[in-house]
């Protein structure tokens, strides 16, 4: 199994930055896409980013392009999300996943992180 588990969350003013940070245990050796999503209260679950096993690809959602970057470091079994110019639309629970199949762009996502909130205020 894999266990993910996400920290950086905060309360932030707007046009803050936040970074986001993932630990992943377990068989993490494995090519794993990984994947930040997020729900605010009474929304439905929005995918926000991810990226391919090296790295070498990765998607963002609309509302975050421009703003927000993801990396991934393989060898310490890590994924962030670097957030800039932070905006209140961006409060939610933000959470990591794993897609065990390695094929990108991701489409079941097996393992997940229990969440870390973000909270910007205007």
């Known amino acids: 199994q894999v266990q993910l588990v996400e920290s950086g969350g905060g309360l932030v003013q707007a046009g803050g930055s936040l970074r986001l940070s993932c630990s992943a245990s377990g068989r993490t050796f494995r090519n794993y896409v990984l994947g930040w999503f997020r729900q605010a209260p009474g929304k439905e679950r929005e995918v926000v980013s991810a990226i391919s096993w090296t790295g070498g690809t990765t998607y963002y959602a609309d509302s975050v392009k421009g703003r927000f970057t993801i990396s991934r470091d393989n060898a310490k079994n890590m994924v962030y999300l670097q957030m800039d110019s932070l905006k209140p639309e961006d409060t939610a629970i933000y959470y990591c996943?794993?897609?065990?199949?390695?094929?990108?762009?991701?489409?079941?996502?097996?393992?997940w992180g229990q969440g870390t909130q973000v909270t910007v205020s205007s």
């Open positions: 996943a794993a897609d065990p199949r390695g094929r990108f762009p991701p489409s079941v996502y097996e393992y």
